[in-house]
């Protein structure tokens, strides 16, 4: 089946640096999703992606879908204390009529204040 | 969570009991996809779901699960004789009609003890 590569699988920051993080696959997506989940909580959706080579902002938030259609990267600037979390970024084969999505095993974020 | 009711949040089981989840979607929506994810990893589709017609359960183990969605009611997950390795979180998502984004409830976390 479909396989995401999410990597860092965890990071450890100070409180104000930038983050990324990536996505990669051997498939092809169509729609790029990243979420935000926090502990004992569902996903949260953060920021959606639908074209290859779309730059998308949402906040301190950025992510890219790639050109390929293969991988997406998340990058977080400014972090703060509340960014503390695991971020997900999903992949969607079907159309917008069928959310059957492929996870990534996620990044683990700690921000020290 | 979008509107997605997910009950209940905690469920313990012992093992060889039923388990029981229920989701209601968003208003207005008439399907729910079911997701499970085990501790530290991403979540994995399950099981698609239209009033009273299930459309994708390729996720879904072939023995002990089921799903339905009655046309009157939530969605029903159903996990007979639990074994400690199906302690997880099962999360019931919805889909945007128009941007194809998928919304995740708070999830029910079953611990077979």
């Known amino acids: 089946g479909q396989q995401l590569n999410q990597s860092p699988q965890s990071m450890f920051i100070q409180e104000g640096e930038d983050v990324s993080m990536n996505c990669t696959s051997s498939?092809?997506?169509?729609?790029w999703l990243w979420y935000k989940q926090d502990p004992g909580e569902g996903p949260v959706l953060l920021i959606a992606l639908y074209k290859a080579g779309e730059l998308t902002s949402n906040g301190r938030l950025t992510a890219q879908f790639g050109i390929t259609r293969k991988d997406s990267f998340l990058n977080i600037s400014a972090s703060i204390p509340s960014d503390v979390g695991i971020y997900f970024c999903a992949g969607l084969t079907g159309g917008t009529s069928y959310g059957k999505l492929t996870f990534g095993q996620g990044t683990i974020l700690t921000v020290h204040p | 969570n979008a509107g997605v009711m997910q009950n209940p949040r905690h469920l313990v089981r012992r093992r060889g009991q039923e388990a029981r989840l229920r989701c209601s979607p968003m208003k207005g929506h008439s399907h729910v996809y079911w997701y499970r994810q085990l501790p530290e990893e991403g979540l994995k589709f399950m099981v698609y779901l239209q009033k009273e017609n299930i459309i994708d359960e390729s996720g879904m183990p072939k023995e002990r699960f089921s799903a339905e969605f009655p046309k009157e009611g939530p969605s029903i997950l159903r996990i007979q004789q639990v074994v400690r390795g199906d302690s997880a979180a099962y999360f019931c998502?919805?889909?945007?009609?128009?941007?194809?984004?998928?919304?995740f409830g708070e999830g029910s976390r079953l611990t077979v003890l």
């Open positions: 998502g919805g889909q945007s009609t128009n941007t194809g984004e998928l919304f």
């Open positions: 498939s092809i997506f169509n729609t």
